[in-house]
């Protein structure tokens, strides 16, 4: 079952912030984040294994709540390459590979 | 860049016929997936292999058949192609010291 991405899409100023939330009926292990430019394949953006860790990639966060099964994306001061489908995906536990996607947000960023 | 590549990039194909698309890696990565993406639905995991011959489904399976028959290669069959199998069509790798999952450039199937 795939996760559940919220909002589906946002339409932003640059310079303004943005949260993506992804969220899984079942317990993680891992929860990955990707972006998606049009025409072109997914990139990896970052990982957050089980334990709540937070992590950083320039102006881009992400948060892992494994008790709520819950993990959040924070884009902040936005630019215009930030536009793109942003997807999450998840892994119930250590050694099981099945990586699931969720539905996908889509963002806009304009001038 | 990963070494990955997916072939065709395009394909139109007819109600019925089977379809094979290819994945091809030159990373050594064990475990290979195949995704479908279509509007509203996101990526969807169609099956995923952890090694040589070792695979397993999905989400959305039907229809669908992979083989590993070499660490390099993922193939993806349709057995007989329908209408709701047109779609954009990913390959990924990935291995466990990275976590890091790399995605092909993508097949798009026209099913007619």
């Known amino acids: 079952q795939q996760p559940v991405q919220s909002p589906q899409a946002v339409i932003l100023r640059e310079g303004e912030d943005a949260v993506i939330n992804c969220s899984s009926s079942k317990a993680l292990y891992s929860v990955h984040w990707y972006r998606q430019k049009h025409g072109e394949a997914p990139v990896f953006l970052m990982i957050l294994l089980k334990g709540g860790e937070q992590k950083g990639h320039e102006k881009i966060s992400a948060s892992f709540n494994e008790k709520k099964q819950q993990s959040s994306l924070y884009l902040t001061a936005s630019q215009l390459s930030y536009s793109g489908t942003y997807f999450c995906?998840?892994?119930?536990?250590?050694?099981?590979?099945?990586?699931?996607f969720g539905t996908g947000t889509r963002l806009t960023i304009i001038p | 860049d990963a070494g990955i590549t997916q072939s065709p990039r395009h394909k139109v194909t007819e109600t019925g016929t089977p379809v094979t698309l290819r994945c091809h890696q030159t990373e050594n990565h064990r475990y290979m997936y195949w995704y479908r993406q279509d509007p509203g639905h996101g990526l969807r995991l169609i099956h995923y292999?952890?090694?040589?011959?070792?695979?397993d489904k999905g989400e959305v399976s039907d229809g669908y058949s992979v083989s590993r028959s070499k660490t390099e290669d993922f193939l993806l069959t349709l057995e007989s192609a329908t209408s709701s199998q047109t779609s954009v069509y990913f390959c990924?790798?990935?291995?466990?010291?990275?976590?890091?999952?790399?995605f092909g450039q993508g097949t798009r199937l026209t099913v007619v």
């Open positions: 995906g998840t892994e119930e536990f250590f050694g099981n590979e099945k990586l699931t």
């Open positions: 990924a790798i990935s291995d466990r010291n990275s976590n890091e999952a790399f």
């Open positions: 292999s952890y090694g040589v011959k070792d695979t």
